[in-house]
């Protein structure tokens, strides 16, 4: 049996990454999925430490991107740290200039006392929507990337939306609205919903709705009764939904310099928890009372057939606190509260919330068939750890059935990281399919990507990375698509007219099989019009406009 993981095996895992590579992947173990092709892109902090001195949490890495290509016979890999202002500024003066999320500047009150310079450590996820990749931390701007060299291209505000017109006290506090790491992509509209909480003389919570084009609507802004902590939230049909843990802020504290932001966030002992609902229509939001805890991430959630709301949550008794991460980072022998994956039903009407744990395996980082969220959906996969484990270290990943039945996978000495689920088709049932993985490998000190076979998690095949990649946090899954398309190929691009809408339309490998698809098509010859594109040949396309009958699309040949 595996032995218990020490500290200093975490503690190792985390040492800065010194290389940037573009290289193939050797498969180690197993076969390389024909049918599994597209991009897998994560995030996560690459170094914990500048120039010497230790960050005190691990929310204050700077961002370092990886990118997975995946063409059905190779894989190609490159990793790149987000060049964010704060980094290329500490990287010339080879020193720690910005505060963090839990970590003050070197120096005491002499170099943190109203110094409102936070880093913005683009270090969370990554999305692409619309023709733009963009690495995500809920405190500020994402960061817009080279979708395939993950070059920095710099800030990105949508067209102005997130500067911060709420007030002047608002603006000096926070220039910049915040946009959260964990938007939802609502499946029937293509459009990305996010969110993100507003410190100011009005507590606010800031809703966004991005169009499939990239195009920002005007944000909308419902007061807070107190400031809380919130990470992420459950897109339903009609509604926002968000959980607001009984927390306290020392707010000047953290201005002043006597604190850092997690430094003054605490747990309200005994205090109920509230449920926020924003109608997306534009509504009244609801607030109901609910059970004491705190959560980071939601699994799903889904409105049933009596209207009821079903949160499936990653549960905490409390929030752990800033001394307890601090000394994990030390590498102390610390006791953390468990997550324990919980189902919230909220009847509306009532109005009424009950919760129910799900499992007594604690987990975290939850993922699900990107085609079933906010809807009744059966399958979760996590990172787990064993029950009754109150070490902070989770090395299992849980397949959560919810017919009744559970998968997990010891990878102890190991550390998994989030397991991304990849549909098997467009058209295959939810939960077949792969799940995608980095852990990182203790012996080596090295991470390899697995791929696991989802139902029952075991190994379909494993590629050896050149070096670790420290724990990280989120990441998504760009499929290449298949869609039905009537092709036409020109020397100057493509122009495509599609039967499905709001479908991924990608380029077809070059201009040759454009007019051959169009020949075949033409000629009936094309069985179902069914054209493959690879997504690894471009950097972007804006697949939803590319999918309005009769829009032209111009690129360069690839």
């Known amino acids: 049996m595996p032995q218990p993981t020490s500290y200093a095996d975490y503690l190792r895992s985390t040492e800065t990454v010194t290389h940037e590579v573009s290289t193939s992947l050797v498969v180690a173990e197993g076969t390389l999925p024909e049918t599994l092709r597209g991009v897998l892109y994560r995030n996560g902090p690459g170094q914990m430490e500048v120039f010497g001195t230790k960050y005190d949490h691990p929310f204050d890495g700077d961002g370092m991107v990886t990118r997975f290509a995946f063409t059905g016979t190779t894989v190609h890999y490159r990793n790149r740290f987000v060049r964010t202002d704060e980094y290329l500024a500490e990287t010339r003066a080879r020193r720690m200039l910005y505060r963090s999320f839990g970590t003050n500047v070197p120096g005491g009150l002499r170099r943190n006392f109203l110094n409102l310079r936070f880093k913005n450590a683009a270090n969370t996820s990554v999305v692409r929507h619309g023709d733009k990749l963009l690495a995500l931390w809920e405190g500020g701007l994402p960061h817009w990337l080279d979708a395939e060299t993950l070059e920095t291209r710099g800030r990105y505000d949508y067209q102005g939306r997130l500067r911060n017109q709420t007030s002047l006290i608002g603006r000096m506090l926070s220039p910049e609205l915040p946009f959260s790491a964990h938007p939802k992509l609502d499946i029937e509209t293509g459009e990305l919903i996010n969110f993100g909480t507003l410190m100011g003389p009005t507590n606010q919570l800031v809703s966004y709705r991005v169009q499939p084009d990239g195009v920002m609507l005007a944000p909308t802004f419902t007061p807070l009764r107190a400031l809380s902590f919130v990470h992420d939230f459950v897109l339903t049909p009609h509604y926002c939904v968000y959980f607001l843990s009984a927390v306290s802020f020392r707010i000047l504290a953290t201005l002043a310099g006597f604190s850092t932001p997690v430094g003054s966030l605490a747990a309200t002992a005994g205090a109920a928890a509230s449920l926020l609902l924003v109608p997306r229509n534009g509504g009244i939001p609801i607030a109901l009372p609910a059970p004491s805890g705190f959560i980071f991430h939601f699994a799903n959630g889904y409105e049933d057939e009596r209207g009821h709301l079903i949160l499936d949550a990653m549960r905490l008794e409390t929030l752990p606190s800033?001394?307890?991460?601090?000394?994990?980072?030390?590498?102390?022998?610390?006791?953390?509260?468990?997550?324990?994956?919980?189902?919230?039903?909220?009847?509306?009407?009532?109005?009424?919330?009950?919760?129910?744990?799900?499992?007594?395996?604690?987990?975290?980082?939850?993922?699900?068939?990107?085609?079933?969220?906010?809807?009744?959906?059966?399958?979760?996969?996590?990172?787990?750890?064993?029950?009754?484990?109150?070490?902070?270290?989770?090395?299992?990943?849980?397949?959560?059935?919810?017919?009744?039945?559970?998968?997990?996978?010891?990878?102890?000495?190991?550390?998994?990281?989030?397991?991304?689920?990849?549909?098997?088709?467009?058209?295959?049932?939810?939960?077949?399919?792969?799940?995608?993985?980095?852990?990182?490998?203790?012996?080596?000190?090295?991470?390899?990507?697995?791929?696991?076979?989802?139902?029952?998690?075991?190994?379909?095949?494993?590629?050896?990375?050149?070096?670790?990649?420290?724990?990280?946090?989120?990441?998504?899954?760009?499929?290449?698509?298949?869609?039905?398309?009537?092709?036409?190929?020109?020397?100057a691009g493509v122009r495509a007219k599609a039967s499905v809408p709001q479908v991924e339309i990608r380029f077809l490998k070059n201009l040759d099989a454009v007019a051959d698809a169009h020949r075949r098509w033409e000629h009936g010859r094309l069985e179902a019009k069914i054209a493959r594109v690879p997504s690894h040949d471009s950097e972007s396309v804006d697949w939803h406009k590319l999918a309005q009958a009769g829009t032209r699309y111009r690129t360069a040949t690839p």
């Open 322 to 491: 800033a001394q307890m991460v601090h000394d994990v980072l030390a590498g102390q022998d610390v006791s953390i509260p468990p997550t324990l994956p919980t189902r919230y039903v909220i009847n509306p009407v009532t109005p009424s919330v009950s919760q129910t744990r799900l499992t007594a395996c604690p987990a975290d980082l939850p993922t699900t068939d990107p085609r079933y969220v906010g809807r009744p959906y059966r399958h979760f996969w996590s990172i787990a750890g064993r029950p009754g484990q109150t070490t902070p270290f989770y090395q299992r990943i849980l397949h959560f059935d919810h017919r009744g039945t559970e998968t997990t996978r010891d990878f102890a000495p190991d550390f998994p990281g989030e397991p991304l689920f990849v549909p098997a088709s467009p058209e295959a049932p939810e939960g077949e399919g792969w799940v995608l993985s980095l852990v990182y490998r203790v012996a080596d000190h090295r991470s390899d990507l697995y791929v696991l076979r989802a139902s029952d998690l075991a190994t379909v095949c494993r590629l050896e990375l050149p070096h670790h990649v420290p724990p990280g946090f989120h990441g998504t899954w760009c499929p290449d698509a298949v869609a039905l398309l009537c092709v036409y190929g020109t020397s």
